[in-house]
T-cell receptor
Framework: EAGVTQFPSHSVIEKGQTVTLRCDPI?????LYWYRRVMGKEIKFLLH????????ESGMPNNRFLAERTGGTYSTLKVQPAELEDSGVYFC????????????FGDGTRLSIL | AQSVTQLGSHVSVSEGALVLLRCNYS??????LFWYVQYPNQGLQLLLK??????LVKGINGFEAEFKKSETSFHLTKPSAHMSDAAEYFC????????????FGKGTLLTVNP
């Protein structure tokens, strides 16, 4: 089966611009998670979708971040406007159910804000 | 609430030597525990998981981990290191109280010397 796919793999933008990250989960996985690793820090949870609904968005840094999962398939994470501290690696993960089963991760999107 | 502490941000071993990566967790309810590995320029790959079954868990690539409730530990071991084991390793915890989102440790970079 195809794994979790993230696009783009790397994005370099200037402060103040907008960037949209995309995640395609494993087919049939209702649960989709976004995480972020800022350089030198641990990987941190951003939010969790169950199908198209936001189950938990307690980790979203601020209102410049907007996540969507229309139709319960792929998800997008938009940063508008981007700030320097948004730089990092953004990971997406999916799992079949939300009861402690392992989450399968994509390769991540490395976001660099100049 | 849950948290993970990985002792040692960098561990260096010789090829053929024992690998021991330490992980201690904190969880207010029974935890699910995971070890993930990240090879350069790749995503997170699941090594093994503990989900309340056997306390000694065997994973891929010869790795195993033992869940010790009394010590709140989940250390990762491999009897004989191989050059291909060089990567960053992450311990993570989730539980029902946190809606199964993962909380990661800061990661341990494993170097294998010839």
């Amino acid at each position: 089966e195809a794994g979790v796919t993230q696009f783009p793999s790397h994005s370099v933008i200037e402060k103040g611009q907008t960037v949209t990250l995309r995640c395609d989960p494993i087919s049939g996985h209702d649960n989709l998670y976004w995480y972020r690793r800022v350089m030198g820090k641990e990987i941190k949870f951003l939010l969790h979708f169950v199908k198209e609904s936001k189950q938990d968005e307690s980790g979203m840094p601020n209102n410049r971040f907007l996540a969507e999962r229309t139709g319960g398939t792929y998800s997008t994470l938009k940063v508008q406007p981007a700030e320097l501290e948004d730089s990092g690696v953004y990971f997406c993960a999916s799992s079949q159910d939300g009861t402690g089963q392992p989450q399968h991760f994509g390769d991540g999107t490395r976001l660099s804000i100049l | 609430a849950q948290s993970v502490t990985q002792l040692g941000s960098h561990v260096s071993v010789s090829e053929g030597a024992l690998v021991l990566l330490r992980c201690n967790y904190s969880s207010s309810v029974p935890p699910y525990l995971f070890w993930y590995v990240q090879y350069p320029n790749q995503g997170l790959q699941l090594l093994l998981k503990y989900t309340s079954a056997a306390t000694l868990v065997k994973g891929i690539n010869g790795f195993e981990a033992e869940f010790k409730k009394s010590e709140t530990s989940f250390h990762l071991t491999k009897p004989s290191a191989h050059m291909s084991d060089a990567a960053e390793y992450f311990c993570a915890v989730s539980n029902r109280g946190s809606n199964y989102k993962l909380t990661f440790g800061k990661g341990t970079l494993l170097t294998v010397n010839p």
